[in-house]
Nanobody, 117 residues
Framework: QVQVVESGGGLVQPGGSLRLSCAAS????????MGWYRQAPGKQRELVAS???????NYGDSVKGRFTISRENAKNTVYLQMNNLKPEDTAVYYC???????????WGQGTQVTVSS
């Protein structure tokens, strides 16, 4: 079994920054893709950013240039540095770990990010 745990959410003013962390543990040999998704009230869950074990990244259009994803493969950990936050970034942010193509993925419980003055 695999456990995924996020941390680092909170309340921040518009224009501010937050850093989210996510650690995966359990029966893991390697993790192919680790990523961040978010879900705002009344909206579908959407990709924020993802990163393969080889370092290839993918960002949602709304966060390009403001958010940066990074990984520590040896620690099965992924980070999301969020800068210049906007009220529309308010959502529950979920971490996702895909061990290998065609295999089940694992989700964290989510961490709330609220951007408000």
């Amino acid at each position: 079994q695999v456990q995924v745990v996020e941390s680092g959410g909170g309340l921040v003013q518009p224009g501010g920054s937050l850093r989210l962390s996510c650690a995966a543990s359990g029966s893991i040999f390697t993790i192919y893709v680790m990523g961040w998704y978010r879900q705002a009230p009344g909206k579908q869950r959407e990709l924020v950013a993802s990163m393969t074990s080889g370092g290839r990244t993918n960002y949602g259009d709304s966060v390009k240039g403001r958010f940066t994803i990074s990984r520590e493969n040896a620690k099965n950990t992924v980070y999301l540095q969020m800068n210049n936050l906007k009220p529309e970034d308010t959502a529950v942010y979920y971490c996702n770990a895909l061990l290998a193509r065609g295999r089940p993925d694992f989700w964290g419980q989510g961490t709330q990010v609220t951007v408000s003055s």
